[in-house]
């Protein structure tokens, strides 16, 4: 599937993309539990979705990764889709680029200066088979 054909609160999506830009990583804690995110912009040849990584795979993607998708979850925040993970979706690198997790390439998450913490953006979750119990969803700020 290509990233123009994604449509908002579509689940099982499939996607193949690169790794354009990494955000810095931002810490929360919820119900006791320090949890990490971090938003990346990927690209394929039909166009670019920013995708939110937590904990563990944020450390399986470097800058200019071939990534995939699978049973991944679009969601709508502010008007922009989104791609995620979800509780049953996986990211697998297909191929290295060449730079490290690490190299981050611009600020692609992060909060913004009214306080909001962006909880609640106003999508129904029920059925799409993404688990947000455990998800503090922070405001994206747009590259």
Known sequence: MKIS?????????EVEAVVKVIGDE?????DGRNL???????????GQIELTLWNDDIEKVGKGDKIRIKDGYVKE??????LTTGRMGELEV?????????DSNGD?????SKGDSGEGSGDSSEGD????????????EKI
Do not use: A, C
Request: zero cysteines; aromatic letters at 4%.
């Open 5 to 13: 054909e994604l449509k908002p609160k579509q689940p099982n999506v």
């Open 26 to 30: 931002k810490n929360f804690d919820k």
């Open 36 to 46: 990490r995110l971090v938003s990346v912009m990927l690209e394929d040849d039909s």
């Open 77 to 82: 925040f502010r008007g922009e889709k989104q």
């Open 94 to 102: 297909i191929e290295k680029g060449g730079s490290d997790s690490g």
């Open 108 to 112: 692609v998450s992060g909060g913004d």
């Open 129 to 140: 088979g993404e688990d947000d119990s455990d998800k503090v969803e922070p405001e994206i």
